[in-house]
């Protein structure tokens, strides 16, 4: 399936995951097509939701459990991979 993110899911992605998911972004710079395009199959886009619903969990709500806006972000990226 052709995915084509955000400029800014595809920023968060290309920075996050240089950190804490190497195989990933490996997985999405193999899969480049064209700028932010991407081919990815349904188990490619689970891998990548279920990594940022568990970073969501850890970083995206502050105190009084509301959304960061780092959360939104996050929760933005899962809804657009939800298969």
């Not at 709500?61 to 939104?72: H, Q, T, V």
């Given at each position: 399936?052709?995915?084509e993110f955000?400029?800014?899911?595809?920023?968060?992605?290309?920075?996050?995951?240089?950190?804490?998911?190497?195989?990933?972004?490996?997985?999405?710079?193999?899969?480049?097509?064209?700028?932010?395009k991407f081919?990815?199959?349904?188990?490619q886009m689970?891998?990548?939701?279920?990594?940022?619903?568990?970073?969501?969990?850890?970083?995206?709500?502050?105190?009084?459990?509301?959304?960061?806006?780092?959360?939104?972000?996050?929760?933005?990226?899962?809804?657009?991979?939800?298969?």
């Amino acid at each position: 399936m052709l995915v084509e993110f955000t400029s800014e899911h595809l920023n968060y992605l290309n920075t996050h995951l240089s950190m804490e998911r190497k195989d990933l972004l490996n997985l999405l710079e193999s899969n480049n097509v064209e700028g932010s395009k991407f081919e990815l199959d349904e188990n490619q886009m689970c891998e990548i939701r279920d990594w940022a619903n568990e970073r969501l969990i850890k970083v995206g709500f502050d105190e009084n459990y509301e959304l960061r806006e780092e959360g939104k972000t996050l929760e933005g990226l899962v809804d657009f991979l939800f298969v």
